[in-house]
């Protein structure tokens, strides 16, 4: 089992920043990737950034060149920069880790960007 646990959205004007972090617990030795989903009102989850094990990282197209993923293993971290924030990014951001079996999801943090 792994427990994961998100912290730091909240509400930004547009072109603020954010960063939120999500600590993981327990079965850690078996995590692969790490990364973080979006859920806004009315719209089906997207993952918004991925990074593996070994720190290869991936982004969704529109969040590139504002957005940056990054993991710290010994702390068993990954943490979501979040630059040039703008009101399509508001959403419901969940922290999500993989094992060889499974998927196991944060409990999901509110960012509210303003215009």
């Known amino acids: 089992q792994v427990q994961l646990v998100e912290s730091g959205g909240g509400l930004v004007q547009a072109g603020g920043s954010l960063r939120l972090s999500c600590a993981a617990s327990?079965?850690?030795?078996?995590?692969?990737?790490m990364g973080w989903y979006r859920q806004a009102p009315g719209k089906q989850r997207e993952l918004v950034a991925s990074?593996?094990?070994?720190?290869?990282?991936n982004l969704v197209d529109s969040v590139k060149g504002r957005f940056t993923i990054s993991r710290d293993n010994a702390k068993n971290t990954v943490n979501l920069q979040m630059n040039s924030l703008k009101p399509e990014d508001t959403a419901v951001y969940y922290c999500?880790?993989?094992?060889?079996?499974?998927?196991?999801w944060g409990q999901g943090t509110q960012v509210t960007v303003s215009s």
């Open positions: 999500y880790a993989d094992n060889t079996r499974l998927r196991y």
């Open positions: 990074i593996s094990s070994g720190g290869s990282a």
């Open positions: 327990g079965s850690i030795l078996s995590i692969n990737a």
